[in-house]
Nanobody, 126 residues
Framework: EVQTVESGGGLVQPGGSLRLSCAPS?????????MSWVRRAPGKGPEWVSG????????YYADSVKGRFTISRDNAKNTLYLQMNSLKPEDTGLYYC??????????????????WGQGTQVTVSE
């Protein structure tokens, strides 16, 4: 079951920026759910990128994106965001957002695949 819908991906040059958005497609309580961004580069396994608590007060980042990406949310709009700046070719991949299940710690853990959406493609290239 697809639980989220991601958007905002595209083709951008190195050093450029994109903002991804994510909205719940099923009826889970978004405002009470911790959320994560996960990405999958071509030919590689999934990589946890960032996580945010349900209130937005606590955020975590992978070392590979720290200082360049910012996760945020607007619970009134049921929307999760990922602002990506100073993009690098190695940031290329499919980006997914996912709800954290209660049994999994938020920081640095990839939620189960059935919690992800269909993803949005980010390509960083000249």
């Amino acid at each position: 079951e697809v639980q989220t819908v991601e958007s905002g991906g595209g083709l951008v040059q190195p050093g450029g920026s994109l903002r991804l958005s994510c909205a719940p497609s099923s009826g889970f309580p978004f405002g009470r759910s911790d959320m994560s961004w996960v990405r999958r580069a071509p030919g590689k396994g999934p990589e946890w990128v960032s996580g945010i608590s349900n209130s937005g007060d606590t955020t975590y980042y992978a070392d590979s994106v720290k200082g360049r990406f910012t996760i945020s949310r607007d619970n009134a709009k049921n929307t999760l965001y990922l602002q990506m700046n100073s993009l690098k070719p190695e940031d290329t991949g499919l980006y997914y957002c996912a709800r954290r299940p209660g049994w999994l710690a938020l920081r640095a853990n990839i939620p189960p695949r059935n919690n992800w959406g269909q993803g949005t493609q980010v390509t960083v290239s000249e």
